[in-house]
């Protein structure tokens, strides 16, 4: 019943832009921490991007920063994330995540890839990145 469904993978090249969203199904997202992960081809997963309950405070991977941006529209119960200038090491199933019981009481978000640290996982989505 409560679940993220995800949404906006693709397959694209190199240079170009896309959009993930997320969007909460049987529960509302205001207040909850989020947080977007990834698992590339031969790598385990890894969090890249997150953002407080508030949205006042967000981290970036050093992978990411500069080309990926974590938003949220609290109207739409959904979460997005802008992908510019992509590169071909980008593709990854990437997954989108909420928590509310952990760092996001305390008005901070983790980007640590452990399915304990937050209470909804969407299914993932493909994004793939190739000439």
């Known amino acids: 019943q409560l679940q993220l469904v995800q949404s906006g993978g693709g397959l694209l090249q190199p240079g170009g832009s896309l959009r993930l969203s997320c969007d909460a199904a049987?529960?509302?997202?205001?207040?909850?921490?989020i947080g977007w992960f990834r698992q590339a081809p031969g790598k385990e997963r890894e969090g890249f991007s997150c953002?407080?309950?508030?949205?006042?405070?967000?981290h970036y991977a050093d992978s990411v920063k500069g080309r990926f941006t974590i938003s949220r529209d609290n109207t739409k119960n959904t979460i997005y994330l802008e992908m510019n200038s992509l590169k071909t090491e980008d593709t990854a199933v990437c997954y989108c995540a909420a928590e509310l019981r952990g760092r996001a009481v305390q008005g901070m978000c983790i980007m640590t890839p452990r399915n304990e640290d937050y209470d909804y996982w969407g299914r993932g989505t493909q994004v793939t990145v190739t000439t």
């Open positions: 953002m407080s309950g508030t949205g006042r405070t967000t």
């Open positions: 049987g529960f509302t997202l205001d207040y909850y921490a």
